[in-house]
């Protein structure tokens, strides 16, 4: 199964809003919404953010919203911090198998 | 609350095999509707899937790493292990153990805890 297609990189004013997009197959994440998002600062290790496409686990700040469309899922934050700024990652899981997306580099100005 | 803590060797020659084990604390591993997972990542690079185990002892493997890895749990002293074997410069990374939680809904899982990460170098 091929990694899934990120952006390698994003940036935003702090108080804007950003989407990073997430973009497999029909065979993956058009079929199922089985799509997670991790942010991981430097050094750190990766922090679940959204699951089932849209679901934030409990402690998540409500800025974070996944969605989808077709074969593309999207992570998007709102009302950007300087805390935002992190690595954040995609992933789809199977019954048999799990893949990541190449992550994308998320830069506050 | 449940915590995992990965230990190993952090410096592997090369052919040889690289062993860890990662330490749930705070909870049963073979409890509820969890599985077990390991995760690996180059510096500078993104997370790369390695496995995962079933409190049943079934696994799944990264279909690119399945000839060289074996993973497996030890209930009596909560804990699960990695074993990947021919490991070249290219295993180089730091290795996350991870809970994988199932959703409910058919297939879907997800990360929800993470040990610290624990660096690997391959090198002679």
């Known amino acids: 199964q091929s990694a899934l297609t990120q952006p390698a990189s994003v940036s935003g004013s702090p108080g804007q809003s950003i989407t990073i997009s997430c973009t497999g197959t029909?065979?993956?994440?058009?079929?199922?919404?089985?799509v997670s998002w991790y942010q991981q600062h430097p050094g750190k290790a990766p922090k679940l953010m959204i699951c089932d496409v849209s679901n934030r686990p409990s402690g998540v700040s409500n800025r974070f919203s996944g969605s989808k469309s077709g074969n593309t899922a999207s992570l998007t934050i709102s009302g950007l911090q300087a805390e935002d700024e992190a690595d954040y990652y995609c992933s789809y899981t199977s019954s048999s198998t799990v893949v990541f997306g190449g992550g994308t580099k998320l830069t506050v100005l | 609350q449940v915590q995992l803590q990965e230990s190993g060797p952090g410096l592997v020659r090369p052919s040889q095999t690289l062993s860890l084990t990662c330490t749930v604390s705070?909870?049963?591993?073979?409890?509820?509707?969890?599985?077990w997972s390991w995760i690996r990542q180059p510096a500078g690079k993104g997370l790369e899937w390695i496995g995962r185990i079933y409190p049943s002892g079934r696994t799944n493997y990264n279909p690119s790493l399945k000839s060289r890895v074996t993973i497996s749990v030890d209930m009596s002293k909560n804990q699960f292990s990695l074993k990947l074997s021919s490991v070249t410069a290219a295993d180089t990374a730091v290795y996350y153990c991870a809970r994988v939680t199932w959703l409910g809904n058919g297939a879907s899982t997800a990360f929800d805890i993470w040990g610290q990460g624990t660096m690997v170098t391959v090198s002679s």
């Open positions: 029909s065979s993956d994440v058009g079929g199922y919404n089985y």
């Open positions: 705070g909870g049963s591993i073979s409890s509820g509707n969890f599985y």
